[in-house]
Structures are given as structure tokens and as C-alpha cells.
């Protein structure tokens, strides 16, 4: 087990303090595992019903995160995934509750049943008014099985916001208890688990999942589902959860909700967007309209990795009390309201990245030059799983792909290009490609290789071995430049310039084109080599420091690779 804890023992208190000591309007009841609006005294001197939910832990930010003006008044945590002691429940009425009196809202579980409901019961007995909302949207499991009955999950959440705003707005407890009811009954809640939690009391998760694995309808304590399946694409998972919560609700076509996109709680942000992108979709394909749509963490199981869907009924009375202000800390900011469809900006005009061929002639599919661009490409796409390894010892692992996305760029774009005959065009269309379809490090850097050679080409008129050794030359100076690395540092520089001076001394020398080029290959290869014998002091590698001692660079290694290629293409 890997948590961020002091103690499993203090798991829960250190959060609480955690919590109260991040938001002033809350505080903390002495002694106990209770999060309370610090004003809730005040609030219940102006007859302001109290509202008090909770459970056991592990649901965070539910359900001490809700506690605020115009949402709870209290919050009751148990240790993780354990209901809370009537005692402790009885405890927050007591410290909430005004002459309004005090709602729980409780979500279906046989032990917060039990110690809520004994609780109200003690404190009626004292004089308070209580009343008790048992929230069960679990829509996975059917409504009269034989079972403890439906779940309450993340929906609940929804019932609190209603039922807040109904208490702040000064409604007495028999009508901001039916606001809540009502809610309950209008809602409905189903999750899918991608991994299990571990509670941190017992170290280990309480099931264990497949790499290709999930689990349907699961409850919120790790406890298992309603089905095992395998994996599925996000669209079809909001498929699957829509048509059960629709069809529980019997929602129709015209009819309006309100959408909870609800993260368990490891499930990265990307992934949560991509699942409401969907269920959005979905619903308006089915004309069911979405008046109010949040996504986020609201109810969790520990570091769980899924989501659930809450589809909540709403109308114009509901929506103005989901609308309200609330000083709660866990729900959200933004207001709900979703646009009616994507809306899309269209980008500002750009230069077109190919340059027209001024003859309008294009590349024969024949000319030495294609041959030789196609070689790299080849090469490049072959060592995608190489470079792909060799970068994720040393680096972040998106070298691989990043130089077989240039190659597959490369190729697509060529055809468009302009003929052999103007080599500096060609030189100049590639980079653009090769700046359009590679990000990273290497992306901006090859780019300007290739500049800065098409340059070099153009100012020296001609296109014989001399001037695309010089060419070479003045590219290797424009990464060295824009990158800011030198020999020894590390990088692709430490392949690139010993083959740049080795072509340039070997043509000084009186050496035909092929043994020059050869020389270069070999000064690359072996420059690479050595790069395993450095500290990288460039890019992502100088990160790790002396770890990366005994592997050379991957993007000098690359170098090695297509210049090589470049070669074994001009000799065939
Ligand atoms: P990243 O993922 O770090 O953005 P890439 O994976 O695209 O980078 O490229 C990694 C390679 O880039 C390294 O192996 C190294 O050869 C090269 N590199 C990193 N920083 C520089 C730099 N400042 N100058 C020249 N080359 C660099
Ligand atoms: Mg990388």
C-alpha cells in the first residue's frame, strides 16, 4: 500500500483538519470526526433548518467537502467506509440544531440506516425535530430485489445541494425534507470500475481486476458490482449507463436533467471529459435535455479508478435551487449551464506551410532525393519500438513515435511537394511538415535542421556534395543554436556535429561523396555511443542526472539511424 497518510489510525482527523484548516467557513467539533459551517449556530438562531449527512470515510470530497452555507450544516465521518457511531451522529445534531430542527440525509446502507436513524430518534426524544431522507439512486441493482435495497451514491450529492438551498432559503423542515425526497426519487446513479481501492486499514485492495477487466454497477466501498465485462470505449461505457439510469427513470424524449459526471476517485481529468463529452452527445441524440451538467470528483471510493452517471429529473423550481450560492467548498464553481452544441472557432489564416513549386512541377517519383527521403522515413518508422525504449529509460518514451509521426508526415505531404531540381524547396516544405506534425524536443529542432539547411542550399546556388556539406554544417549551428546544447551535453548534437565536421574534413580531404558520407555515419554512430558515457546537461534527460549513465541518448542514436539510411539510399 502507497498512500500520502501519517498514520492509518489518524487517516481520517488528519483529513478533517486538513479540510477545516484550508476553508474558514468551516470548523471542526471537538473531539469528534465532525466537519460543521463555523456559523451553523447562526444559522439556526435565524431558523434556518440544519442539514446533516455523512457516512464513513473514504467518499471524500462527500461529505465533509459539502459543508457550507446553502448545502449541509454539518458533516459525520466514520473511519473509511464505516458508518459513524450513533453517538458521534447524535453528537452533530446536537451541535447544529435550532428550533427549524435538523434533515439527515442518509445514504442507503444498513449500518448509516441504523446509527442515523437511532440518532434522530434519541434526539426527538430531547426535544429536537428530525426528520431522515434515505437517499438510493443505485439504479444497477433492481428496485425490489432481495436485497438491503438500492445504494445510495453519488446522487446523493444532488439531494444535498437541493435540500441546502431549500433550508437557506428559509423553507421549515417539512418542505425542505420533501425537496429532498423528491430529488431522491427523481434521480438515478450507476458506476463502472476500471481498479479496485484499498481501504488503508487493511493495507490490501478488496478485489482485484484484469488488466482488460471492469466491473458494472458497483457500489461505493470497493464492494463488487452487478457484472464483470471487459473493457469497452468511453462511448459505449456512457451508452450502457445512460440506457439503464434512462430507463429506470423512464425518462422520455422532451424531458429535462441534470447530468453528474462523477469521478471514483483515481480516474484521470481527460478521462472524465471524454465520458461527459459522450453522455452529452448521447442525450442529445435522444432529446433529452441536459439543463445543468457538472463533471468531477463529488463522490469517491478511495483512489478507485471509473466514473458513475447520475441523471437527476429536473424543472424550473429544481433548477433554481441546483442554481443557488453555496459556500460549500466541494461543489462547483461553474454554474452548470452547458452551450447547445460544440462550438467551434475557426483558426487565423496562415501562410500554407508548402510553398506552390513555382514551376508547379512536382518530385519524380524516380529523383535520388525522393529516394533518399523515403530511406529516413523508412528507417525512422522501423525503429519506432527502439527509440520508443531507448527514450523511456532516459527520457519520457515519446521519441519512438514522434520520429515515426515526422516519417509518416513526411510521406503523406510529398507528393506535394516541389520538384528535386529546387532541393532547398523540397528541404523547406519538409520542415514545415515535420513542425506541423512533431511537438516536443525534437519536433522544433529537426525543423529548424532542415531550415536552416534549405537556407544554406539557396544562398549557395548550387547542390553538389560541397554545398550539402556546408548545408549540413549550418543546420547542425541551427539546433545548436535554438536548442542550446553543445558536444559533450548529451543530446543529438553529440551525433550531429562529429557527422557534420567528418563529411566537411573527409570532401576537404579529396574523398569522393561515399566515403565522405560513410566517415559521417561512422562519426554519428560513434558520437551516439559515447552519449552513454555522459551526464546529460540538455532536455528531459538532465533530469534524472547520472541515472542515465550507461544508455546512450535516443535522439542521438536517431541521428545514427537515418543518416545512415541516407547513405545506403545514395549507394543503391
Ligand atoms: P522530449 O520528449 O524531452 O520533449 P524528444 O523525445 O522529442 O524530447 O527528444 C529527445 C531527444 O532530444 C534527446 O534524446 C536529445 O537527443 C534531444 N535533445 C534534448 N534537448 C536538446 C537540446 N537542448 N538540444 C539538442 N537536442 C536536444
Ligand atoms: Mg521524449
Excluded at 532547398?424 to 516536443?440: D, E, F, I, N, Y
Amino acid at each position: 500500500m502507497k498512500k500520502l497518510i501519517n498514520e492509518v489510525a489518524h487517516v481520517v482527523p488528519d483529513m478533517l483538519a486538513g479540510l477545516a484548516a484550508l476553508h474558514p467557513q468551516l470548523a471542526l467539533l471537538q473531539g469528534q470526526n465532525i466537519v460543521l459551517r463555523a456559523d451553523a449556530r447562526e444559522a439556526a438562531s435565524r431558523g434556518e433548518v440544519a442539514l446533516i449527512s455523512g457516512g464513513g470515510a473514504g467518499h471524500e470530497p462527500a461529505h465533509g467537502g459539502y459543508v457550507g452555507a446553502g448545502m449541509l450544516s454539518a458533516a459525520v465521518a466514520g473511519e473509511v467506509f464505516t458508518s459513524p457511531s450513533t453517538d458521534a451522529v447524535l453528537e452533530a445534531i446536537r451541535a447544529v440544531a435550532g428550533r427549524a430542527g435538523v434533515l439527515l440525509i442518509v445514504k442507503n446502507y444498513t449500518g448509516d440506516r441504523l446509527n442515523f436513524g437511532l440518532a434522530a430518534e434519541i434526539a426527538r426524544a430531547e426535544g429536537i425535530a428530525v426528520e431522515m431522507v434515505v437517499v438510493a439512486d443505485d439504479v444497477a441493482l433492481s428496485a425490489n430485489g432481495d436485497h438491503a435495497g438500492r445504494r445510495g451514491l453519488a446522487g446523493t450529492v444532488l439531494v444535498h445541494k437541493i435540500a441546502g438551498a431549500a433550508a437557506s432559503g428559509g423553507a421549515p423542515l417539512a418542505e425542505v425534507a420533501q425537496a429532498a425526497r423528491d430529488a431522491a426519487a427523481a434521480l438515478g446513479t450507476m458506476g463502472v470500475a476500471l481498479t479496485p481501492c484499498t481501504v488503508p486499514a487493511a493495507g490490501k485492495p478488496g478485489f482485484t481486476l484484469g488488466e482488460a477487466e471492469i466491473e458494472w454497477g458497483l457500489g461505493i466501498h470497493g464492494e463488487a458490482g452487478v457484472e464483470r465485462g471487459t473493457l469497452v470505449p468511453a462511448a459505449d461505457v456512457a451508452a450502457r449507463l445512460l440506457k439503464q439510469i434512462a430507463g429506470d427513470l423512464a425518462l422520455q424524449a422532451g424531458e429535462r436533467v441534470a447530468l453528474l459526471v462523477n469521478n471514483l476517485g483515481g480516474t484521470p481529468a481527460s478521462e472524465l471529459d471524454i465520458v461527459a463529452g459522450s453522455a452529452l452527445a448521447q442525450l442529445a441524440q435522444q432529446n433529452i435535455k441536459v439543463e445543468r451538467a457538472w463533471a468531477g470528483t463529488f463522490l469517491s471510493a478511495l483512489e478507485m479508478a471509473g466514473i458513475s452517471l447520475t441523471l437527476l429529473r429536473v424543472d424550473e423550481r429544481r433548477l433554481a435551487l441546483l442554481d443557488a450560492a453555496t459556500q460549500a467548498p466541494a461543489w462547483p464553481a461553474g454554474d452548470g449551464r452547458i452551450a447547445a452544441g460544440t462550438q467551434s472557432v475557426h483558426a487565423a489564416a496562415a501562410a500554407p506551410v508548402t510553398p506552390t513549386p513555382q514551376d508547379g512541377a512536382r518530385m519524380s517519383a524516380d529523383a535520388p532525393l525522393r529516394r533518399v527521403i523515403e530511406a529516413v522515413c523508412a528507417r525512422l518508422q522501423q525503429a519506432e519500438a527502439l527509440l520508443t525504449d531507448m527514450d523511456q529509460k532516459v527520457g519520457d518514451g515519446d521519441l519512438g513515435i514522434s520520429m515515426a509521426r515526422a516519417a509518416q508526415g513526411i510521406r503523406e505531404d510529398m507528393a506535394g511537394w516541389p520538384s528535386e531540381q529546387q532541393p532547398a524547396a523540397v528541404l523547406r516544405a519538409m520542415s514545415a511538415t515535420v513542425r506541423r506534425v512533431v511537438g516536443g524536443t525534437s519536433g522544433p529542432l529537426y525543423a529548424i535542421l532542415l531550415m536552416r539547411a534549405a537556407a544554406s542550399l539557396e544562398e549557395q546556388r548550387r547542390a553538389n556534395a560541397p554545398a550539402w556539406a556546408a548545408a549540413f554544417s549550418e543546420a547542425v549551428k541551427g539546433v545548436m543554436e535554438l536548442g542550446g546544447a553543445k558536444t559533450g551535453d548529451r543530446t543529438m548534437v553529440d551525433a550531429l556535429l562529429p557527422a557534420a565536421q567528418a563529411l566537411q574534413a573527409s570532401l576537404d580531404a579529396g574523398e569522393t561523396a561515399a566515403v565522405a558520407l560513410d566517415a559521417a555515419v561512422s562519426a554519428a554512430e560513434q558520437g551516439a555511443a559515447a552519449t552513454a558515457a555522459m551526464t546529460p546537461r540538455r532536455g528531459r534527460s538532465s533530469y534524472i542526472g547520472q541515472r542515465a549513465l550507461g544508455h546512450p541518448d535516443p535522439g542521438a542514436h536517431a541521428v545514427g539511424l537515418w543518416l545512415a539510411s541516407v547513405c545506403d539510399a545514395l549507394k543503391a
